[in-house]
């Protein structure tokens, strides 16, 4: 837990609407764990599942398909993406979402910014 709250306070903007904990409501960032339902636990120690936002985009994630919340993962902390590890830890095959998945969702994310 502590590495967790550790990474989240290097983590200073929503990583989808960009702001900072000051420019939302309520005033905070969260960490939303891709890792979720009876497998949540195993997430909060796994750095590969951790997606930092505030709480409205947190919402708006929290509706997403997991290849695109990986997606989001690898844009923003590459360093800590580990798309297998969190397949196995959601009780997965390891290849359950590929990295081909990952990448179209990538794509779309990144034409979203790009338009
Ligand atoms: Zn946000």
Not at 57 to 64: A, K
Not at 65 to 84: S, T, V
Not at 93 to 105: C, D, N
Request: positive net charge; contains cysteine; hydrophobic residues 35%.
């Amino acid at each position: 837990m502590k590495a967790r709250a550790k990474w989240a306070e290097k983590q200073t903007k929503c990583w989808l609407c960009g702001k900072q904990a000051w420019e939302v409501f309520p005033p905070k960032l969260t960490t939303h764990e891709i890792i979720r339902g009876v497998n949540r636990k195993k997430g909060l120690n796994i750095p590969g599942a951790w997606i930092r936002c505030c709480q409205h985009c947190h919402g708006i994630i929290d509706g997403w398909p997991i290849a695109k919340q990986y997606a989001l993962k690898k844009i923003m902390d590459g360093k800590n993406y580990n798309r297998e590890l969190c397949n196995v830890a959601r009780g997965r095959q390891p290849e359950s979402i590929t990295e081909e998945e990952v990448m179209a969702e990538v794509a779309k994310l990144i034409w979203m910014e790009l338009k």
